[in-house]
Each structure stands twice: as structure tokens, then as C-alpha cells.
């Protein structure tokens, strides 16, 4: 019974419950969306998205880990931010900045071989997302401008300026898109693409996946190691939760702040980088006048994954899982926006998780000292 109690108020049981609880919610009602908007189909709708990368075997699974890959650097990105007081929701502008720096050197710099190549366009990714980010922070560091304010005025400079650099440099005009980045620049697939693929026959049908994920599921494991087991992250922690606190303490909370930022935005520049490197079948840059939505994503994969780069991981492959397997609905003649319908759900009954996730202590503390007055009162009667 000790036990059981332990776990109910340890933390990283209620941070899974109270996940979980917004999860289960916003799947019900976005059941109740679906029986709206079509009564006849809106069970197997649900089924749909409850199978989402399953619906087409293992080719389904890569796509959604492959679309998840984006999704943990741009969660990584805002959960990074939020952990240290900070809310950067400039990830969209970072992202399609980095995205760009990723895809010029991929196309340009022919001269590396490979694996060069694609290592300096992700790290040029990086760099060219932290650069992004790096104005916010000084505004925000040295005139106390609002982050949120500075952060959605770059990401339209940069929808922008990505968009007139694309067609001055890299556009192909017969696709409308970027051009196809040099083979040596394509992330290596090691095998992921064929094991995640469908046979027909004697045609297999293989995934876009390839070693980004595991990038990425390395890169949050740096930042847990970062954020919670270096004197770096307490400090850059520690400004978050009081600024006048910290510089009372000797750190020096303005160039925090900044590097904050700097880490931030090139968290989302890089995720840019490790989706558009994905070769001539992947994603490529569109020229059209509308935010990255990976950007935006990485919001919710932030808040749902309550910003724990272990916990960004998962909360990013279960986005994209809903909405790969929102994208069947099609099939069956339901709006695709359902499933963002469905996700703000969840996002919204996460911060009712989070007050219950605060509550359940409370109850169990409060009928243990209930139960030790009565106990307290039946020896006392005793005596």
C-alpha cells in the first residue's frame, strides 16, 4: 500500500496521468466532432485515427516516425524555452530559416563529399535558426521586450525572406519548389527505409524515414542531460524561475536569456534541416505565403510532452501519429481539420490535467491525516 502510495505522488507518474487523461479526453471529443459532422461513418472515422500509421503497415510507421522528426526539435525548441521562463513561439520562422541554410548547402555546396555534406548543412541549419532567435533575445535580455511580441514578428520576416531567398537561389520553377539538394547532402538511410516498407509483390514500397530520428531521440536525450545534470542548466533554469534571484546570486541572467534563445531556435533551425535533407522524395521548400506548421506543432508536442525532452520524444510521435491518421479521414470524405480539432483538444484538456495532476496529492494527503486523527482519537479514547 506504501508503494502504491509513493507512486501516486511521485512526479513523473502524475506528469503520465495527467498526459494520458488529456489524451483520452480530447480523443472523445473529438469522437463527438466526428458524430456531427457524419453519424454513418463516424465510428470507423475513429478507428481511422486510432490506427493512424498502422492503417498502411510498416511503411505507415516510417512515415510517422519521419514526421515525428521535426516535431521533437521543434518541441525540444519551446520546451527548452519554457524550462527557462521564456515562451518561444518564433520556432516557425527559426525552423524555415534552417530549413533554407540546410537545403543552400545541400544544392550549393557540391564541393563536400559525403557524409560532410549533410553534417555541415545541419549544423549551418542550427547555426542560421540561433542566429533567428539571437534578436528576440537581446530585445528581450537588454529593453525587456516581450519574447512572444519579437519572436511572431521574425517568424513573417523570415516566411518571407525564405520564400524571395528560395526563388533568387535554389527554386526549380518547373515543381515550384526548392531544388533537389546533391545526393552526398541526403541523410543516410541505414536500413530504416526497408525495414519500414510494404511488398507488393515483387514492388516494394519503401518509407521516407532515415537516421533523423535517431538524431533527434539524441538530441533530447542531450538536452535532458543538459537541462538537469550540468551547472548550465541550473543556471539557465534558475533565471527562469527568478530573474532578480539569479543576479542577486552572481549569475548573469542577460546573457541567459540570450543563450536560452540561441539553443532555442537553433533546436527548431536544425529540425528544419532534418526534414528537408531527406532526399529527392522528401519535403521540399514551398514558396507560398503560410507559417511552418512543424513550428507551430512543436507547441503542443511541448505542452503535452510537459516541456521533458523525454517526454517531447513521445508526445511527438503521437502527433504525428494522429495526424497521419487524420489524413485518412479523407478517404471517408471527413475534413482533414478534424484532427487539429482534435489535437487543440487535447491541448486544451491539458492544462485541466495539469490543476488535477496538482489536486491528487492534495486528496491522498488529506485523507491520510484524516485517518490519522480518527486513529489518533481511538488510542486516545483507549487511554
Known amino acids: 500500500m506504501n508503494k502504491v502510495k509513493k507512486l501516486i505522488r511521485s512526479e513523473g507518474f502524475n506528469n503520465a496521468t495527467s498526459s494520458l487523461l488529456a489524451i483520452l479526453i480530447g480523443l472523445a471529443f473529438g469522437f463527438v466532432i466526428l458524430l456531427l459532422s457524419e453519424p454513418s461513418k463516424a465510428l470507423s472515422g475513429f478507428l481511422i485515427i486510432l490506427q493512424g500509421g498502422f492503417s498502411t503497415g510498416a511503411k505507415g510507421i516510417g512515415q510517422v516516425l519521419y514526421f515525428a522528426t521535426p516535431l521533437i526539435l521543434t518541441g525540444l ?58 534578436i528576440p533575445g537581446i530585445l528581450k535580455a537588454y529593453y525587456n521586450v516581450h519574447e512572444v511580441i519579437s519572436t511572431i514578428m521574425m517568424n513573417y520576416i523570415g516566411m518571407y525572406l525564405c520564400n524571395m531567398l528560395v526563388k533568387l537561389t535554389i527554386y526549380d520553377s518547373n515543381k515550384s ?6 545526393v552526398s547532402a541526403d541523410l543516410p538511410k541505414w536500413g530504416l527505409d526497408k525495414i519500414f516498407s510494404n511488398t507488393i509483390g515483387t514492388y516494394r514500397d519503401i518509407s521516407t524515414v532515415n537516421i533523423g530520428i535517431i538524431i ?39 546573457r541567459n536569456i540570450i543563450l536560452s534563445m540561441v539553443i532555442s531556435g537553433g533546436l527548431a533551425g536544425f529540425g528544419g534541416g532534418l526534414l528537408y535533407l531527406s ?42 501519429y494522429l495526424t497521419l491518421g487524420g489524413n485518412y479521414l479523407q478517404t471517408l470524405n471527413f475534413m482533414p481539420e478534424i484532427i487539429d480539432i482534435i489535437i487543440a483538444c487535447i491541448i486544451y484538456f491539458s492544462a485541466f490535467a495539469l490543476f488535477l495532476r496538482s489536486l491528487l496529492p492534495k486528496m491522498i494527503r488529506k485523507r491520510e491525516d484524516k485517518s490519522k486523527k480518527s486513529s489518533d482519537k481511538v488510542y486516545g479514547g483507549d487511554k
Open 77 to 134: 525548441s519551446v520546451g527548452f524555452a519554457f524550462k527557462t521562463g521564456l515562451f518561444n513561439i518564433g520556432a516557425p520562422g527559426q525552423f524555415i530559416m534552417g530549413a533554407f541554410a540546410a537545403v543552400y548547402i545541400g544544392v550549393k555546396w557540391t564541393f563536400l563529399p559525403a557524409p560532410f555534406h549533410w553534417i555541415v548543412a545541419l549544423i549551418g541549419a542550427a547555426i542560421v535558426g540561433g542566429l533567428w532567435a539571437l
Open 177 to 182: 519548389l526548392s531544388q533537389n539538394c546533391a
Open 216 to 254: 533527434a531521440i539524441l538530441v533530447a536525450i542531450l538536452m535532458y542531460i543538459v537541462l538537469n545534470k550540468t551547472i548550465f542548466g541550473y543556471e539557465l533554469k534558475a533565471c527562469g524561475f527568478n530573474e532578480n534571484a539569479s543576479k542577486y546570486a552572481g549569475i548573469n541572467e542577460k
Open 279 to 320: 532526399g529527392a522524395n522528401g519535403r521540399h521548400i514551398k514558396v507560398v505565403d503560410v507559417l511552418a506548421t512543424e513550428g507551430f506543432n512543436g507547441i503542443p508536442v511541448a505542452l503535452l510532452g510537459l516541456s521533458n525532452p523525454i517526454g517531447i520524444i513521445f508526445s511527438a510521435i503521437f502527433i504525428s
